[in-house]
């Protein structure tokens, strides 16, 4: 079965380090984005992109950055981690889309701490 | 810019009771989508429901249904005999046409269900 992973799915840092999470999805989509989410403020978006060698800043994009070299994977780097970036990360897919396949598919989640 | 607002931070009810969870939004579009999510303790993101602006009828699913309001933008969630397993948090998302993908959240209502 088609699926969207993310690894780790515990991570904790100290603040400066460089910090990459991996996302990887097996549905062959085109679309992926990055959120965070934080008590009070729901799920953020912090990069996306609509294909291999496109990207785009979400809402709250300081200090981090995403590249895609291909299909499957959009990772997300912290720079240099800071405690404000202490949340848990969610990766989602969805097709290149045309109503009514809006969907998007999250993955498990990654809980990063930095300290 | 689009925002989303979930008023009740923490809701409760009594298994096989109904319950409804309220989403108002702000946007100046005519057409786009909304969405119900579902995030059990498990916090994974499940799509509960969802509504195109563009049709009239409310989108049921099976005990979830919806009651939009395009001219007050407002989207609430009625959840129906009520289960155990209903306990999440649920999150209202939106998102604008021509579709660019880019899901806003509200900041999410806690749901707990009692035997």
């Known amino acids: 079965d088609a699926e969207i992973t993310q690894s780790p799915r515990h991570k904790i840092t100290e603040t400066g380090r460089q910090v990459t999470l991996a996302c990887h999805q097996t549905?062959?989509?085109?679309?992926m984005f990055w959120y965070r989410q934080d008590l009070g403020h729901g799920l953020r978006l912090i990069h996306y992109?609509?294909?291999?060698?496109?990207?785009n800043k979400g809402e709250v994009s300081d200090g981090y950055s995403v590249s895609r070299s291909n299909t499957e994977d959009l990772p997300l780097t912290l720079e240099s981690a800071a405690s404000s970036q202490t949340s848990v990360y969610f990766c989602a897919s969805s097709e290149l889309t045309s109503a009514p396949s809006v969907e998007q598919f999250f993955g498990p989640g990654t809980r990063l701490t930095v300290l | 810019a689009q925002t989303v607002t979930q008023s009740q931070p923490e809701m409760s009810v009594q298994e096989a009771e109904t319950v409804t969870l309220s989403c108002t939004y702000d946007?100046?579009?005519?057409?786009?989508?909304l969405f119900w999510y579902k995030q059990p303790p498990s916090r994974q993101m499940i799509l509960v429901i969802r509504q195109e602006a563009y049709k009239q009828q409310n989108a049921t699913e099976n005990r979830f249904s919806v009651n939009f309001q395009k001219a007050a933008k407002s989207f609430s969630l009625k959840i129906s005999d009520s289960q155990l397993g209903d306990t999440a948090m649920y999150f209202c998302?939106?998102?604008?046409?021509?579709?660019?993908?880019?899901?806003?959240f509200g900041t999410g209502t806690r749901l707990q269900v009692f035997p």
């Open positions: 998302a939106f998102m604008k046409q021509p579709i660019t993908d880019k899901l806003i």
């Open positions: 992109s609509y294909g291999v060698q496109d990207t």
């Open positions: 549905w062959n989509h085109n679309n």
């Open positions: 946007t100046s579009e005519n057409n786009y989508y």
